[in-house]
Nanobody, 122 residues
Framework: QVQLVESGGGLVQPGGSLRLSCAAS????????MGWFRQSPGKQRELVATMPLGSNTNYADSVKGRFFISRDNAKNTVYLQMNSLKSEDTGVYYC????????????????WGQGTQVTVSS
């Protein structure tokens, strides 16, 4: 089974930084897109950043210049460096990866992590 496991969430003061990580494991052939979404209280899940393989990154306007996504293909891992955090960044952060499994290389579909809580508060 393919699994995505996130880590790095927690409580941070406004203006602080956090780094989230998400590692995929299982019978993976290739990962085309890695990304992060978040869901804040009372709101729908929204895109934070995505990083397609070999293509430009994409950020939500609200995080541009503060958040930075990166990936380590050898480790099947995606990171989200979050700087200058604001209270409105509070929420559950989910990683997602669009991938193909070994033995099903023509089929690509998204997988999701379980989510990690980020709370920005003084």
């Amino acid at each position: 089974q393919v699994q995505l496991v996130e880590s790095g969430g927690g409580l941070v003061q406004p203006g602080g930084s956090l780094r989230l990580s998400c590692a995929a494991s299982g019978p993976i052939f290739t990962i085309t897109v890695m990304g992060w979404f978040r869901q804040s209280p009372g709101k729908q899940r929204e895109l934070v950043a995505t990083m397609p393989l070999g293509s430009n990154t994409n950020y939500a306007d609200s995080v541009k210049g503060r958040f930075f996504i990166s990936r380590d293909n050898a480790k099947n891992t995606v990171y989200l460096q979050m700087n200058s955090l604001k209270s409105e960044d509070t929420g559950v952060y989910y990683c997602t990866m669009t991938l193909a499994k070994l033995g099903q290389t023509a089929l690509r579909r998204p997988y999701w992590g379980q989510g990690t809580q980020v709370t920005v508060s003084s």
